[in-house]
């Protein structure tokens, strides 16, 4: 399987799911009343597991989810997995971000699972999300490959192609964009032979190196996930090129079932971006 978990899980309907999470949260806002907020996260982690059984919750801590093709792998871990079907994420930060909304809906999408929880016992009082998704593996499947101004520059360029398509048959869209990233570095030979530094410079002052993934000493490839102003990274990468001595970046985002590339060459003049 191009996808595993340590253990079958098991999809829960909205309502078993809640009955589930309702137990779990129940027993979080009980630790943080008792101990307070300024615990490490494995401290909550392990007493929201320790809780959870003590109430006849099976729980698996340190949940495992893998990704593999041929050679490569890659391991995830939910912090539980609560009976079979219900992944809850702890957090001990000053307030949950899109980040942490994004890898727990990673590893739903891992398992093929419809719900997941968010608790961050670092605030006053626990912040509690629930983070679902309607999208199955069949659906993650439906994907369009766009090659929007591309340009195969090198036998690499045709070869990058080649290996994302056959990650996105295997695995589907969605994932974490540092998975796609991580398995192409690997087909295409390793971080010894891809990551490389590229000088990066103001007027004709070297102001430093910067790691890059090269298809060739002057053509570099980036993966993304931006859905909502594309044309902003898309300037971003422009103006970055500007001060390097790279010909192109082979630029692949990921936009829910759209999948884009193009190839980003140093443009002559860059006008003003203006940032959300």
Same mark, same amino acid.
């Not at 309502?15 to 589930?20: D, K, L, T």
């Not at 309702?22 to 982690?45: M, P, S």
């Not at 792998?73 to 000053?94: M, P, R, S, T």
């Not at 994907?143 to 520059?153: A, N, S």
């Given at each position: 399987?191009? %996808? ?17 999470? !309702? ?27 320790? =809780? ?14 893998? *990704? ?23 957090? *001990? ?28 016992? =670092? ?45 996105? !048959? ?10 796609? =990233?991580?398995?192409?570095? !690997? ?55 500007? !001060? ?14 759209? %999948? ?17």
């Amino acid at each position: 399987m191009p %996808i595993h978990t340590e253990t079958p899980v098991r999809v829960f309907d909205q309502e078993a799911y809640h009955q589930v999470t !309702h137990i779990v949260t129940g027993l979080a806002f009980d630790i943080h009343n008792e101990f307070g907020r300024y615990l490490d996260e494995n401290l909550y982690q392990g007493e929201l597991t320790r =809780r959870c059984r003590a109430r006849g919750l099976t729980v698996q801590p340190e949940f495992r989810m893998t *990704a593999t093709l041929g050679d490569f792998n890659k391991h995830y871990f939910a912090d539980q997995l609560i009976d079979g079907g219900v992944i809850v994420e702890d957090k *001990a930060v000053a307030a949950l971000a899109p980040i942490h909304r994004a890898q727990t809906l990673n590893y739903l999408f891992l398992c093929g699972l419809h719900h997941g929880t968010l608790l961050n016992f =670092r605030t006053e009082r626990v912040q509690r999300e629930f983070v679902s998704t309607s999208l199955t593996p069949a659906a993650r499947h439906q994907f369009e490959i766009v090659p929007t101004d591309w340009q195969p520059l090198t036998a690499r360029c045709r070869q990058l192609l080649e290996i994302l398509s056959r990650l996105l !048959h295997d695995w589907g869209a969605f994932l974490d964009t540092l998975l796609y =990233r991580d398995a192409l570095t !690997h087909f295409l030979g390793g971080e010894e032979s891809v990551v490389r530094e590229v000088e990066v410079t103001s007027g004709d002052t070297v102001i430093g190196t910067q790691k890059m993934h090269l298809l060739a000493s002057d053509v570099a490839f980036s993966v993304t996930a931006s859905r909502h102003r594309p044309d902003i990274v898309l300037e971003h990468h422009r103006r970055f090129l500007r !001060h390097t001595d790279l010909r192109a970046i082979q630029w692949i985002n990921f936009d829910h079932h759209r %999948i884009e590339l193009r190839t980003i060459t140093r443009p002559r003049d860059i006008e003003p971006c203006n940032a959300e």
